[in-house]
């Protein structure tokens, strides 16, 4: 998990922003405004592998 967030704190994710993004082995795999949607079109193309769920945020905005 660290490694995939550290690659999302230096991502250009602009395209994404104020959506939720799914991500699996550093690539985004889905973006929508719903989690749910997206965690399981992720789950869906990936079932054994590990989905990392995540807000895009609005312009540099970035709270932990």
Not at 15 to 30: F, G, P
Request: no cysteine.
């Amino acid at each position: 998990m660290d490694e995939t967030f550290n690659w999302f704190t230096k991502a250009d994710l602009s395209k994404y922003e104020d959506k939720y993004v799914s991500i699996v082995d550093k690539e985004v795999v889905s973006a929508d405004e719903n989690p749910e949607v997206v965690y399981a079109n992720a789950k869906r193309k990936y079932p054994d592998k590990e989905v990392v769920l995540w807000k895009v945020p609005h312009g540099e905005t970035f709270i932990f």
